[in-house]
């Protein structure tokens, strides 16, 4: 086609159309649920993942995420869900990322990042009360670490303190940058209980409802992608939270923070090949029907070695994220190999969603395709869950850890 080509043109799904659907390293199991949880999103969510973004629609997304059918998917079966594990989350984060950031940000923040440290450490009270909504979807979750005073030195910056009375705490504090932060019926909230040990030692995590008297909301980001999902900076004061409501024990929250952050930068690592792919399959559409110098774009090797090097980057890191999700439901700690693949896949997905825009050209760079908007969206991918500079530091002492100086 050597004319003028229209994204629709391109007669895409978003489904890895130009590459194999079933994936050698998945079970048959796995293969169809992501078939399936492909079929709801091209049916559900690529209508309308331009309007969430465009116009920043918090609301749509939240309606749209609340409707998908797999919000039990990895919830015990006795709070109501089917008991999967990590290597679902995977699958779910990287379909409902391929069409939506904002949709599997929202469904990261619940039913990953607030419901995985429950359902580890939760004592079977808490994750009835808790979790059951998150599967049905009737209630959202978040999680609750950063501060204005703590970002990537998240626990020696953490201020929002906790102090008991008698059978309560009483929380003052702020977050910051909080996704699902303003939509949010519970967070998992990291505070400090005693600032007269190591920072590490003192920091407990709680169960916090969002109707709880003193809390508030006091702004929203506006950030330059994931539009449409919730973002927000929170206020607590004078926050009374039942002792009843602390996950696992006073002063060990460390427990429960290390371990929900390798399940986030696992899902985190699977929403970029979600991003990456999409972008590449528009780059690999596009550079077939696109015709120059009387040969489509795919025939002139600088174009196809750019694709190639998509693919390699696309292909190495979902195999690396479907091992590593095996060995964290297996209960491995893999928390150097969690690192990497992260700092990889969001690297690699700035550079392929670069490249992507480069193939196609003016097009690319317009709001004619989607391609923009994945700019965009990767970006984050190096900041959030522990910024591309801090996974290199957690690798460097995982080493020594491992295997001494």
Same mark, same amino acid.
């Given at each position: 086609?050597s004319g003028?080509?229209?994204?629709?043109?391109l007669?895409l799904k978003f489904g890895?159309?130009?590459?194999?659907? *079933?994936?050698?390293?998945?079970?048959?199991e796995?293969? &169809?649920?992501?078939?399936?949880?492909?079929?709801w999103?091209?049916i559900?969510v690529?209508?309308?993942?331009?309007q !969430?973004?465009r116009n920043?629609?918090i609301k749509?997304?939240?309606?749209?995420?609340?409707?998908?059918?797999?919000?039990?998917m990895?919830i015990?079966k006795?709070?109501?869900?089917?008991?999967k594990?990590?290597?679902?989350r995977?699958?779910l984060?990287e379909?409902?990322?391929?069409?939506?950031?904002?949709?599997?940000g929202?469904?990261?923040?619940?039913?990953?990042?607030f419901a995985?440290?429950?359902?580890e450490?939760?004592?079977q009270?808490?994750?009835r009360?808790?979790l059951s909504?998150?599967a049905?979807?009737? +209630?959202?979750?978040?999680?609750?670490?950063?501060?204005?005073?703590g970002g990537s030195?998240?626990?020696?910056?953490?201020?929002?303190?906790?102090?008991?009375e008698?059978?309560?705490?009483?929380?003052n504090g702020?977050k910051c940058f !909080?996704? %699902?932060?303003?939509v949010?019926?519970y967070?998992c909230?990291y505070t400090k209980?005693n600032d007269q040990?190591?920072?590490?030692q003192?920091?407990?995590?709680?169960?916090?409802e969002?109707?709880?008297?003193?809390?508030e909301v006091? $702004?929203?980001?506006?950030?330059?992608?994931?539009?449409g999902?919730?973002?927000?900076?929170l206020r607590?004061?004078?926050? $009374?939270?039942?002792?009843? %409501?602390?996950l696992?024990?006073?002063?060990?929250?460390l427990?429960v923070l290390l371990?929900g952050?390798?399940?986030e930068?696992t899902?985190t690592?699977s929403?970029?090949v979600g991003l990456a792919?999409s972008?590449f399959e528009i780059?690999?559409?596009?550079?077939? +029907?696109r015709v120059?110098?009387?040969?489509?774009?795919?025939?002139?090797e600088?174009?196809s070695? +750019?694709?190639?090097e998509?693919?390699? &980057?696309?292909? #190495? %890191?979902r195999?690396?994220?479907?091992?590593?999700a *095996?060995?964290?439901d &297996?209960?491995h700690n893999c928390r150097?190999?969690?690192?990497a693949? $992260?700092t990889?896949?969001a690297?690699?997905?700035?550079r392929?969603?670069?490249?992507?825009?480069?193939v196609?050209?003016? #097009?690319g760079?317009?709001e004619?395709?989607?391609l923009?908007?994945?700019?965009? &969206?990767?970006k984050?991918?190096q900041?959030?869950a522990?910024t591309s500079e801090i996974m290199?530091?957690?690798?460097?002492?995982?080493m020594?850890?491992?295997?001494?100086?």
């Amino acid at each position: 086609m050597s004319g003028h080509i229209n994204f629709e043109d391109l007669e895409l799904k978003f489904g890895y159309s130009c590459m194999p659907n *079933r994936l050698h390293f998945y079970s048959k199991e796995e293969n &169809d649920f992501r078939m399936e949880v492909r079929e709801w999103c091209e049916i559900h969510v690529a209508p309308d993942a331009e309007q !969430i973004d465009r116009n920043r629609d918090i609301k749509l997304a939240v309606k749209i995420l609340k409707k998908l059918p797999y919000l039990d998917m990895t919830i015990p079966k006795e709070a109501g869900g089917q008991g999967k594990g990590i290597l679902y989350r995977t699958i779910l984060g990287e379909e409902l990322t391929a069409f939506s950031y904002a949709l599997a940000g929202i469904f990261g923040a619940s039913s990953c990042l607030f419901a995985g440290p429950v359902i580890e450490f939760g004592t079977q009270d808490q994750k009835r009360k808790y979790l059951s909504g998150i599967a049905d979807g009737s +209630k959202l979750g978040a999680i609750g670490i950063t501060e204005p005073t703590g970002g990537s030195d998240a626990i020696g910056g953490m201020r929002l303190k906790a102090v008991r009375e008698g059978d309560h705490y009483i929380l003052n504090g702020e977050k910051c940058f !909080i996704t %699902n932060g303003s939509v949010a019926d519970y967070i998992c909230l990291y505070t400090k209980t005693n600032d007269q040990v190591k920072a590490h030692q003192g920091i407990s995590a709680f169960i916090f409802e969002t109707d709880t008297p003193g809390f508030e909301v006091i $702004k929203e980001y506006k950030h330059m992608g994931r539009r449409g999902m919730p973002n927000s900076h929170l206020r607590f004061k004078d926050c $009374k939270v039942p002792a009843a %409501n602390m996950l696992h024990r006073e002063n060990e929250g460390l427990d429960v923070l290390l371990f929900g952050l390798d399940g986030e930068r696992t899902f985190t690592a699977s929403q970029y090949v979600g991003l990456a792919r999409s972008a590449f399959e528009i780059a690999y559409k596009y550079a077939h +029907k696109r015709v120059q110098f009387k040969k489509p774009l795919y025939s002139f090797e600088g174009i196809s070695f +750019k694709l190639s090097e998509m693919f390699i &980057d696309i292909e #190495l %890191n979902r195999m690396a994220i479907a091992q590593i999700a *095996r060995m964290l439901d &297996d209960g491995h700690n893999c928390r150097a190999s969690v690192a990497a693949v $992260k700092t990889r896949i969001a690297d690699a997905t700035v550079r392929i969603t670069q490249e992507a825009i480069q193939v196609v050209g003016g #097009l690319g760079y317009s709001e004619e395709y989607p391609l923009e908007r994945y700019y965009r &969206d990767a970006k984050i991918g190096q900041i959030s869950a522990g910024t591309s500079e801090i996974m290199r530091y957690i690798i460097t002492r995982e080493m020594v850890r491992m295997w001494g100086k």
